[in-house]
């Protein structure tokens, strides 16, 4: 986390072996990460004295357990195809379990038949949030990242849907999130991007959104409680892109990052 820019978790490399004996928290500051010892979401922190080269560290999911996710359905008017638009926000909820970091690979289940990735901007909340009003919703927002809502079509609603979206939306490795936290967007004017082994498969901007960042938080806040680390993945645009054991897929998001993973099967 850079004051103005983000934060990450991070692994120490060493020589040629990857060591996780030094898993913690860092300030990215022009290609250096400067250790902290706090997770900043959950309070305040110091620096420890130690940094290292952000070429020396693997970069991990930089919110890996939240106490809830929620996802909005139906959010860009791009994305409705030949559905009606929502009247309010229609939030879902992803499981912690279903995150992984950047570089960590996407597995698709051989049961999952089509399975599509969505590019998406994520608020990540760092105070107590109950029955906020719009105007104040993004004083409650600790920060953004990217995010990839990957969906398995057929157990969404195809021939062999559920009637709750659990699988589809929460397998294992169904949420990539990162690479930073970013503190110092306007989460409603940033381009939004999609891409599969290079190919643009989505291309948006945040303004698009049906339902505002802040208008979504004020709504979600009268019904459940937010809390520090609980994020909200505001929606995606257009037609999502398949993807397939093989391919790279990238999210890339306007002063946010670039966070990309391989697709590998089950």
Request: glycine fraction near 10%; charged fraction near 25%.
């Given at each position: 986390?850079?004051?103005?820019?983000a934060?990450?978790?991070?692994?120490?490399l060493?020589g040629?072996?990857?060591?996780?004996r030094?898993?913690?928290?860092?300030i990215?500051?022009?290609g250096?990460?400067i250790?902290?010892?706090?997770?900043?979401i959950?309070?305040?922190?110091?620096?420890t004295?130690?940094?290292?080269?952000e070429s020396?560290v693997k970069?991990?999911?930089?919110n890996p357990?939240?106490s809830?996710?929620?996802?909005?359905?139906?959010?860009y008017g791009s994305?409705?195809?030949?559905?009606g638009?929502?009247?309010?926000?229609?939030?879902?909820?992803?499981?912690?379990?279903?995150?992984?970091?950047?570089?960590?690979?996407i597995?698709?289940?051989?049961?999952?038949?089509?399975?599509?990735?969505e590019s998406?901007?994520?608020?990540i909340i760092?105070?107590?949030?109950?029955?906020v009003?719009?105007?104040?919703a993004l004083?409650y927002v600790?920060g953004?990242?990217c995010?990839n809502?990957?969906?398995a079509?057929?157990?969404?609603?195809?021939?062999?849907?559920?009637?709750?979206w659990?699988?589809?939306?929460?397998?294992?490795t169904f949420?990539?999130l990162?690479?930073?936290i970013v503190?110092?967007?306007?989460p409603?004017?940033?381009?939004?991007?999609?891409?599969?082994n290079g190919v643009?498969?989505?291309?948006?901007?945040?303004s698009?959104?049906l339902?505002?960042t802040?208008?979504?938080?004020?709504?979600?806040?009268?019904?459940?409680?937010?809390l520090?680390g609980?994020?909200?993945?505001?929606?995606?645009?257009?037609?999502?892109?398949?993807?397939n054991?093989?391919?790279?897929v990238?999210?890339e998001?306007?002063?946010?990052g670039?966070?990309?993973?391989p697709?590998e099967s089950?």
């Open positions: 986390f850079k004051q103005k820019t934060y990450e978790i991070g692994v120490r060493v040629s072996e990857m060591c996780i030094d898993r913690s928290y860092g990215i500051d022009n250096e990460v250790q902290i010892d706090n997770n900043p959950l309070g305040s922190y110091d620096k004295g130690k940094s290292f080269n020396d970069i991990l999911c930089p357990n939240p809830k996710s929620l996802c909005l359905a139906l959010n994305h409705l195809g030949e559905r638009a929502p009247t309010r926000p229609e939030p879902f909820y992803k499981t912690s379990t279903a995150l992984i970091g950047p570089g960590d690979a597995k698709i289940h051989p049961e999952a038949g089509l399975v599509a990735c998406e901007l994520v608020a760092g105070k107590v949030t109950k029955n009003s719009e105007e104040e004083d600790f953004y990242t995010g809502d990957v969906s079509r057929e157990w969404q609603g195809g021939d062999d849907a559920d009637n709750q659990w699988r589809a939306k929460s397998a294992d949420g990539p990162g690479p930073h503190t110092d967007i306007d409603q004017n940033v381009a939004i991007r999609g891409l599969v643009e498969g989505q291309n948006c901007h945040s698009e959104m339902f505002s802040a208008k979504s938080i004020s709504f979600i806040s009268k019904y459940a409680t937010l520090p609980d994020m909200l993945w505001t929606g995606t645009s257009g037609k999502t892109p398949p993807i054991p093989g391919d790279t990238t999210i998001i306007e002063n946010v670039v966070l990309e993973n697709v089950a």
